[in-house]
């Protein structure tokens, strides 16, 4: 069941939001050549506590961090550990907050140092396949305008999305109906209603879309070795043009 937001969820959503824009603004800009990816995940607990919050996923499924740091090849769900990153990686930070017993989930793929045009050009346009989602979303269309949206804007730039993980229904659980596929037809789904809250998340792959998970469990890597990119927002579907909960707002 497609659960709608009443005004003071709603409130809550947003600063769940705030802070979760605020602290991967703030990782992003710690992220450097040499760091361990553990490191981020300290950033990101000191950030949490500073601010009254919880991570999302610390404890989910029994997921042992704060945040997923998924490097290069990796898709989402890495685990920060004693990983170093270098110089020409990119870097997926998928990070998500509960304030008062709401949440919100945003996912950011940044480059380590200077990083190739191949993935500067994968980033730009995984960004942008979450950004036509977004205008896609809004009351009296339909979910699959989103996923076609998302779908159209990838393979047309010649990349695939992934299929086995989707986007989702968020608030008072971090995963709520529906599943958001990152591929499918306009037209088709249930029809979003004003103050339903999604969580848009594009992962995208150079090579197949197709995923394989690790030893540990945890991590997903694309099949074919290919770098892979992912981009998060949590939105409130309006009238109008859907709010982003988690847009960047600092100065
Ligand atoms: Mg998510």
């Given at each position: 069941?497609?659960?709608?937001k009443?005004?003071?969820?709603?409130?809550?959503?947003?600063q769940?939001?705030?802070?979760v824009?605020?602290?991967?603004?703030?990782?992003?800009?710690?992220?450097?050549?040499g760091?361990?990816?553990?490191e981020?995940?300290?950033?990101?607990?000191?950030e949490?506590?500073?601010?009254?919050?919880?991570?999302?996923?610390?404890g989910y499924?029994g997921f042992p961090?704060?945040?997923?740091?998924?490097?290069?090849?990796?898709?989402v769900?890495?685990?920060p550990g004693k990983?170093?990153?270098r110089?020409?990686?990119?870097?997926?930070?998928d990070?998500?907050?509960?304030?008062?017993?709401?949440?919100?989930?945003?996912?950011?793929?940044?480059g380590?140092?200077?990083v190739?045009?191949a993935?500067k050009?994968?980033?730009?346009?995984?960004?942008?396949?979450?950004?036509?989602?977004?205008?896609?979303?809004?009351?009296g269309?339909?979910?699959?305008?989103?996923?076609?949206?998302?779908q159209?804007?990838?393979?047309?730039r010649?990349?695939?999305?992934?299929r086995?993980?989707?986007g989702?229904?968020?608030?008072?659980e971090?995963?709520e109906e529906?599943?958001?596929?990152?591929?499918?037809?306009s037209?088709?789904?249930?029809?979003?209603?004003?103050g339903?809250?999604?969580?848009?998340?594009?992962m995208v792959?150079?090579?197949?879309?197709?995923?394989?998970?690790s030893?540990?469990?945890?991590?997903?890597?694309?099949a074919?070795?290919?770098?892979s990119?992912?981009?998060?927002?949590?939105?409130?579907?309006?009238?109008?043009?859907?709010?982003?909960?988690t847009?960047e707002?600092?100065?």
């Open positions: 069941m497609i659960i709608i009443n005004d003071e969820e709603l409130v809550c959503m947003r769940a939001g705030r802070i824009a605020i602290i991967l603004e703030i990782l992003t800009k710690e992220i450097k050549p760091m361990e990816t553990g981020l995940d300290a950033i990101a607990a000191r949490l506590e500073r601010r009254g919050a919880k991570s999302s996923f610390k499924h961090a704060n945040l997923c740091v998924s490097v290069n090849d990796e898709v769900h890495g685990i990983r170093v990153l110089e020409g990686d990119i870097v997926s930070l990070f998500g907050a509960i304030f008062e017993g709401l949440q919100a989930d945003a996912a950011v793929t940044v380590v140092g200077e190739s045009p993935a050009r994968l980033m730009a346009t995984t960004k942008g396949a979450l950004e036509a989602g977004i205008s896609a979303a809004r009351a269309a339909r979910l699959g305008n989103i996923s076609a949206a998302i159209h804007y990838v393979e047309s010649g990349y695939s999305v992934v086995e993980y989707t989702h229904g968020i608030g008072r971090m995963h529906p599943q958001i596929p990152n591929f499918g037809l037209g088709q789904g249930p029809v979003l209603k004003k339903m809250t999604l969580a848009l998340e594009p792959n150079i090579g197949d879309w197709r995923t394989r998970v030893d540990n469990h945890w991590t997903v890597l694309t074919d070795g290919s770098l990119a992912h981009f998060e927002h949590t939105i409130a579907i309006t009238d109008g043009e859907a709010e982003v909960l847009k707002v600092y100065a």
